[in-house]
């Protein structure tokens, strides 16, 4: 039987996406054999938005082996229990989504359904009081949870905010110390097979060509394989995510370490702040047809915790994916395979993702088409929900300004009008990929947005009122305990995992 195993892997773009792919890949290279090029320009910046993640990024740097401790050191990182939105039901209210659940369920009723039982008995505990995250947020507090799933310490997770640029080029260390290749230069040009139309090899400004068996496009927004010379097709979702730009800029740090992102919703959109050790970051997300960039500009400005670093960064984008992602012998990763906000930190999950497909669906170099049918079908399907979890944080909004009610008007993804159909009917969620957001997230945002069930799961009626009145508040006070015995977030990062000056 003749060999027919990928030999030489060929990756279009550095930045975060290029080099989480080089490192991830070397887990699949047979050492003397295999190879892996990578070619970037250095006359080309990264996008540099995507410095907060979700807890996943945590398991693609353990499969990698790096030591947590060391990675955070080099990427100025802190550490992140959720996101607090402020001002997103109508201004002066707040919720957060944390990582973790609301408790374990009693005789197979959710944690939110008893919630909702001793809130329509006008117990007006919050649910928020029933998630270590979230408490923990708001005290400031942080440790890495237990591996006990029988603790109330063990219920919770957690993810990073990092410099993404430090990141990118933590990762170039370690995938250069494993024999990846890296090329200095600017992409010009694609050539392709005149008879399969794969690509052949990237030809260089300065004359050379790059051949390989698998090119994998992290190119950026630019698309140079998989738009540009595959022609994949572009789907645009700005009917239903409507903004287009966002305003970047760093600034000195003030006040406490926060172990939590900052949503802030904004007149014609929404401010971040991902607070690291060095600076914290900012940005304002919007839409061009309800504010100016100057506007826009001076709203960022005026609301930093400290002295800009920089002038404000514009960036332009359309939301939506490539509708192949592999199509021949290319795999699109990060932008170059679409965009979906950075609001609930999903770009990098994304990559994460794209990369671990790529690995289980790994090809020969005869590229059966199904394998690239699977991996297209299953990365859809985590764009489409995501795309739908983003869009209910929006469309479920009672602010009152134009942005706002345009977006409360729209209409909106099937599915995502039945998840929410389904919710103010019974307070039940509808999961549509397991890999992306759990129940949990979804009833933070639900409730949060003040989406009130009409009713709640009858089965909760099954348990004693008082009963379940006890059971509760025993648990809110474990939680808080729990929370409380964490050590400032502040305190935590100087004694075990502060950068170097």
């Known amino acids: ?142 440790a890495p949870p237990i591996p006990d799933a029988d603790s109330v310490l063990g219920s919770y997770s957690y993810a990073f905010h990092f410099d993404a640029g430090l990141y990118g080029a933590y990762l170039r260390n370690y995938a250069e110390a494993r024999g990846v290749q890296r090329i200095d230069a600017r992409i010009v040009d694609v050539k392709l097979n005149g008879e399969n139309g794969f690509i052949e090899e990237i030809v260089l400004a300065d004359g050379r060509t790059v051949s390989g068996d698998l090119f994998v496009d992290c190119s950026g927004f630019a698309g140079l394989l998989i738009a540009g010379a595959l022609k994949s097709e572009f789907e645009d979702w700005s009917h239903w995510l409507p903004c287009n730009s966002a305003l970047a800029v760093p600034c000195k740090s003030g006040g406490g370490l926060t172990p939590y992102t900052r949503s802030t919703a904004r007149k014609a959109g929404w401010q971040w702040r991902i607070p690291l050790q060095h600076r914290i970051g900012n940005g304002y997300v919007f839409c061009d047809a309800f504010t100016s960039v100057d506007e826009a500009s001076e709203a960022l400005l005026a609301n930093l915790d400290g002295e800009a670093l920089a002038n404000p960064k514009l960036i332009k984008f359309t939301t939506g994916r490539r509708r192949e992602a592999w199509r021949k012998n290319c795999v699109a990763l990060g932008l170059a395979s679409g965009f979906l906000e950075p609001l609930e930190s999903t770009s990098i999950h994304l990559v994460e993702s794209g990369i671990g497909k790529l690995i289980e669906l790994l090809p020969d170099r005869d590229f059966e088409p199904k394998l690239a049918e699977d991996y297209n079908r299953m990365m859809g399907q985590s764009y489409e929900s995501i795309r739908d979890f983003l869009i209910l944080h929006y469309h479920a909004s009672g602010r009152d300004e134009p942005f706002w009610r345009h977006c409360q008007t729209m209409p909106i993804p099937d599915p995502l009008r039945h998840q929410i159909e389904l919710f103010r009917a019974s307070g039940h969620v509808a999961l549509y990929d397991s890999g992306s957001f759990a129940e949990p997230s979804w009833v933070s945002i639900f409730f949060g947005q003040r989406v009130w069930p009409q009713r709640y799961d009858p089965l909760a009626d099954a348990l004693d009122a008082e009963l379940l009145g006890r059971e509760l508040e025993r648990r809110r006070r474990i939680v808080d305990g729990a929370a409380h015995s964490l050590r400032p977030h502040q305190d935590f990062i100087s004694r075990f995992c502060a950068a170097p000056t």
């Open 1 to 142: 039987m003749v060999e027919r195993s990928i030999r030489r892997i060929v990756i279009a773009g550095g930045g975060s996406a290029g080099w989480m792919a080089a490192a991830g890949l070397t887990r699949v290279l047979k050492r003397g054999a295999d190879e892996i090029v990578l070619i970037e320009s250095s006359d080309i910046g990264a996008i540099g938005v995507g410095e907060a993640t979700l807890p996943t990024i945590r398991f693609f740097n353990a499969s990698l082996g790096l030591d947590e401790i060391d990675f955070i050191r080099h990427t100025q990182a802190s550490f992140k229990l959720g996101i607090e939105f402020r001002d997103w039901a109508s201004p002066g209210r707040g919720f957060f989504h944390g990582f973790g659940d609301f408790g374990p369920a009693i005789r197979g009723v959710s944690a939110h359904q008893l919630w909702l039982r001793a809130r329509a008995q006008e117990d007006e505990t919050s649910y928020q009081d029933f998630s270590v995250a979230s408490v923990a947020a708001r005290l400031g507090r942080f």
